[in-house]
């Protein structure tokens, strides 16, 4: 089938006046969109200017309540003037006392010294050992809790008081002596002779003849103007050998347990200082 002149679409040279403008057209349809472009864009602006000014009139109606509107305050107005700041006294405190002076120094070691506040626990803790205390004493003669050289050793180097406590489980026992001196040179000068021979001391199913005429562990130290000594053995009167374990083990936890009770003395004098010297400074800052 073909078409000719005429038909639906003519050819070059020829027109209908059936025929559509095209270009007129397209020339309306892009005037079309160029209407509603501009449309959509003056809406646009119109809502961004009506919301403006609700915005705007919210802001006024607030700031004008109850008067004008004022600024907000700052952070910097918030923090108080100098002169509005609390004050607070100085409270001089002086240094913690040290507490190895209570145990060194005489004039400042004045708790009560006897075998309840040297020994007040009724069994002696070391780490996961624990032995009962079997007996107690003190004395002001050094020498009749000592024997053998010992005896010149605390005197000549002028003992003041000799405490001691015994302590016994599963066969042996162990005693320590807890000498006083009035500095920590002559407790040292004695450590240094290492003349252990304390008294041993019976009681409280502890015999009488412990550590007597037998062969047991015997040791010194010291700490402060405190000389310890310590003694061990067993119950039944067999010696200590070299090899034996339970007699050492006891031994050293009783020279443990000497210091542990020497040096909390220190502490617990140290700590009572402290706390009077607090008070002392916020009494005095009280009155300033």
Not at 12 to 32: K, N, V
Not at 35 to 60: E, S
Not at 117 to 141: C, I, N, W
Request: net charge positive.
């Amino acid at each position: 089938m073909s078409f000719g002149q005429g038909g639906p679409f003519d050819g070059p040279g020829g027109s209908s006046s059936s025929t559509p403008d095209w270009g007129a057209l397209a020339e309306e349809s892009e005037a079309r969109s160029r209407r509603k472009r501009l449309l959509w864009i003056g809406g646009g602006v119109l809502a961004a200017l009506a919301v403006a000014g609700i915005v705007t009139a919210a802001v006024m109606t607030s700031g004008a309540k109850g008067g004008s509107p004022t600024a907000s305050p700052s952070a910097s107005d918030d923090a108080a003037a100098p002169d509005d700041q609390p004050s607070f006294p100085d409270v001089s405190v002086p240094p913690p006392p040290n507490p190895r002076d209570y145990i060194s120094d005489p004039k400042k070691d004045k708790a009560p010294l006897t075998p309840a506040t040297l020994f007040p626990q009724k069994s002696m803790v070391v780490g996961e050992h624990t032995y009962p205390r079997t007996k107690t004493a003190g004395t002001k003669d050094c020498t009749a809790a000592a024997q053998g050289p010992l005896v010149s050793s605390l005197t000549h180097n002028g003992c003041r008081q000799l405490l001691r406590a015994t302590y016994a489980k599963g066969g042996v026992a162990v005693t320590i002596g807890i000498a006083v001196f009035d500095s920590p040179a002559q407790a040292t000068k004695v450590m240094n002779e290492n003349k252990a021979n304390l008294m041993p001391l019976p009681g409280g199913g502890v015999p009488g003849n412990f550590c007597q005429g037998t062969k047991c562990r015997m040791a010194t130290n010291a700490t402060g103007r405190y000389a310890y000594f310590t003694i061990a053995g067993y119950l039944n009167g067999k010696d200590v050998t070299g090899a034996e374990t339970k007699a050492r083990q006891i031994a050293r936890d009783g020279g443990a347990y000497a210091f542990s009770q020497i040096t909390q003395r220190g502490k617990d004098q140290a700590a009572k200082a402290a706390e009077q010297q607090l008070k002392e400074a916020r009494e005095k800052a009280g009155q300033s």
